[in-house]
Structures are given as structure tokens and as C-alpha cells.
């Protein structure tokens, strides 16, 4: 089954008071992927890092930063699309891109 890759970004504050329930909201629907074997991996991210280029480094924008990244199964983009509208961060103002992962070859013997 095809793979995609699931990228959060935050695109407003959240309450510091919501935070709790967003993260429990989030935790539990990743869970429940889990469980029924859709996630195949989940990496949140620390703020920070940097942004490496021909011109130089910087710090990663905060107002560009990546907070996950998860790779999930889905039988077409349609169906990781219908997925992620389902994720209860949205009404928390977060951003999901979803795109899908490029198979590689398998390595040579």
C-alpha cells in the first residue's frame, strides 16, 4: 500500500490552558492508526534546528517550522487526504501537507 507522509505545522498560537487536550486529542488519534496498522512512523520534532543552504544557516522561522512528521498507509492520496480531515489539531489551527513517499529500491546484496 502507498505511503505518505503527514507534515503538522502550527498556524496560530494555541491557548496554553487547550495545549493538554490538543496533544491528548493528537496522541489518541496516532494511537488508533497505530492499532489498526495505518502509522507506520510518527517523529515529532523539537523546536529549534536550523536551515541549512548555499547561502548560509539560519534558525528554523517559527512561523515555518515543522512540529511532526508521520508516515501513514493509504490506498490513494484521496484516502490519506480523508484521514488527516479527521485529525482533531485542525480545530486547533494546525496545518497538515500531505504528500506521498517516493518508493526507493531495495538495497543491492
Known amino acids: 500500500m502507498p505511503a505518505f507522509a503527514l507534515i503538522f505545522r502550527p498556524t496560530r498560537p494555541i491557548d496554553p490552558e487547550a495545549l493538554p487536550r490538543r496533544n491528548a486529542a493528537a496522541r489518541d488519534w496516532a494511537v488508533a492508526l497505530t492499532r489498526d496498522g495505518t502509522?507506520?512512523?510518527?517523529?515529532?520534532?523539537?523546536?529549534g534546528g536550523a536551515?541549512?543552504?548555499d547561502q548560509g544557516t539560519a534558525?528554523?522561522?517559527?512561523?515555518?517550522?515543522?512540529?511532526?512528521?508521520?508516515?501513514?498507509?493509504?490506498?490513494?492520496l484521496?484516502?490519506?487526504i480523508a484521514l488527516v480531515?479527521?485529525?482533531p489539531?485542525?480545530?486547533f489551527g494546525t496545518e497538515i501537507?500531505?504528500?506521498p513517499v517516493?518508493?526507493?529500491a531495495p538495497p543491492s546484496r
Do not use: Y
Open 85 to 87: 480531515q479527521g485529525h
Open 89 to 91: 489539531g485542525l480545530a
Open 59 to 76: 534558525p528554523v522561522a517559527r512561523d515555518h517550522a515543522v512540529a511532526s512528521v508521520l508516515i501513514v498507509e493509504a490506498a490513494s
Open 39 to 47: 502509522l507506520r512512523t510518527a517523529s515529532p520534532l523539537e523546536d
Open 51 to 53: 536551515v541549512v543552504s
Open 102 to 104: 517516493k518508493p526507493v
Open 97 to 99: 501537507e500531505v504528500r
Open 78 to 80: 484521496e484516502a490519506a
